[in-house]
C-alpha cells in the first residue's frame, strides 16, 4: 500500500527550484537564487538536529548575500554584477558565495547519487559520503571532516526523505527537472568565481 505524501519529510514539488537558464549569456538574477537557496536549507532541516551545523553556515552566507543585495538591488539584480563590481574592493560577496556553492554542490551531488541510483537503496550514508568527498570535503581540514564524518551518520533513509510508494516516485519525477536546473546554477556561479580568481581552495 502506498504511503500518504505527509511520509515524506520533502515535498519537491512544493519547492519553486531554481530558475531555468536559457543560454550561457543569461545572469542569474540575485533574489531568485538567494530564495531557492533557502527553500534547500529547508530541505536540509528536514533531515534532522544534527544537521544544525550546516543548516546555520548556508543561513550564515545567505544572510552575508542577503545584506550585499540589499545595499543596491537594482544595482545588483545579477548575482555577476553583485560579485564582478565588488572585485579587488571587497570579497564580503565573494566569499560567502563560494562558501554557499559549495554547500548547494553537496546537496546538489546528494540527491544527484539518489535520483541515479538504480537499486534505490534505502540507506543514503554512501550517497550522502560521496557527495561530501567530491565537494566540501577538500576545503575541510581534518576537524572539521571529523565532525562532519559522525553528523553524516544520521542521514535518514531514502523512504523517510522522499517517501514510499507513489510519493517518492513523484519526488523522483520532479528531480528530473529540478536537478539539472540547480545544476546549471551552481556550473554558472562555479565558472564566474573561477574567471576572477575567487575560488579560494584554502581549508578551514
Not at 566569499?95 to 553537496?106: D, I, P, T
Request: proline content about 2%; overall charge neutral.
Amino acid at each position: 500500500m502506498a504511503a500518504s505524501e505527509g511520509s515524506a519529510r520533502i515535498q519537491f514539488k512544493a519547492l519553486r527550484g531554481f530558475p531555468a537558464i536559457g543560454d550561457t549569456a543569461d545572469k542569474l538574477e540575485t533574489q531568485a537564487f538567494l530564495a531557492a537557496s533557502k527553500e534547500i536549507v529547508t530541505v536540509i532541516e528536514s533531515f534532522g538536529k544534527l544537521f544544525t551545523p550546516v543548516i546555520s553556515d548556508m543561513n550564515g552566507n545567505i544572510s552575508k548575500l542577503t545584506k550585499a543585495y540589499g545595499a543596491d538591488v537594482v544595482k545588483y539584480q545579477y548575482l555577476e554584477d553583485l560579485i564582478v563590481l565588488n572585485v579587488n574592493v571587497d570579497d564580503f560577496a565573494a566569499n560567502a558565495l563560494l562558501w554557499l556553492k559549495r554547500g548547494l554542490q553537496l546537496i546538489c551531488t546528494f540527491f544527484e547519487n539518489i535520483y541515479n541510483d538504480a537499486q534505490a537503496k534505502e540507506a543514503l550514508k554512501q550517497h550522502l559520503q560521496d557527495a561530501y568527498e567530491r565537494t566540501l570535503k577538500p576545503y575541510h581540514g581534518f576537524i572539521v571532516q571529523s565532525t562532519i564524518k559522525i553528523i553524516y551518520s544520521w542521514v535518514p533513509t531514502r523512504s523517510q526523505l522522499l517517501g514510499q510508494g507513489d510519493a517518492q516516485a513523484e519526488n523522483i519525477e520532479v528531480l528530473t527537472s529540478f536537478l539539472p536546473r540547480m545544476r546549471a546554477h551552481l556550473d554558472s556561479i562555479d565558472a564566474l568565481l573561477k574567471a576572477h580568481n575567487l575560488d579560494d581552495a584554502r581549508k578551514v
